[in-house]
Structures are given as C-alpha cells and as structure tokens.
C-alpha cells in the first residue's frame, strides 16, 4: 500500500510526537522522493527529522569515543570500542549521503 503526500506527512508528525525520528525520517524521505516541492513545513520536518537522527548518532559516537579513550591499557575493550565507533561513523555517513 502507498501513501500519498498528505499521509506520509501525518505519518512523520506522529513519528514525531512519538518520538521516533527514525521513521519522521524515512517518511519525509519518501515524500521527497515523490518530486514535489516540499512546503515550508515540510522542509521543517525533513530537517527536524535528519537534526535527530544524526543527533542521536553524534551523542553514541562521543560517548563510545569517551570509552576508548578510558580504556586504553585493555587492548581486547579499546578494540571492541573502535569497531563499535566505525560503526556508528558508517551509519552517519550513510544517513548524510541519504539526505543529500
């Protein structure tokens, strides 16, 4: 089932409220994809929607970054943290492309 414009714009205010920018997101990316112009508010929520989910990334990269940092006399700990980290760095990456 495909949900028109209006729809997916609903869906991403009740992503929104709940909270769940990761799928604000990928309905607003669906309703780019469609090829309107977007509105002043839905270029509100598109951004707002992005703005959390690198957000939330961004806070994951600095605390695990904080972890490697502290635990750098335990090799096994500091390695496990930095594939934690390139990780996270793949998913931000993949999320600014996606927006772009």
Not at 8 to 17: D, H
Not at 54 to 64: F, K, N
């Amino acid at each position: 089932m495909t949900m028109d414009k209006s729809e997916l714009v609903q869906k991403a205010k009740l992503a929104e409220q709940a909270e769940r920018y990761d799928d604000m997101a990928a309905a607003m990316k669906a309703v780019t994809e469609q090829g309107h112009e977007l509105s002043n508010e839905e270029r509100n929520l598109l951004s707002v929607a992005y703005k959390n989910v690198v957000g939330a990334r961004r806070s994951s990269w600095r605390v695990i970054s904080s972890i490697e940092q502290k635990t750098e006399r335990n090799e096994k700990k500091q390695q496990m943290g930095k594939e934690y980290r390139e990780k996270i760095e793949a998913e931000l990456q993949d999320i600014c492309n996606d927006v772009l």
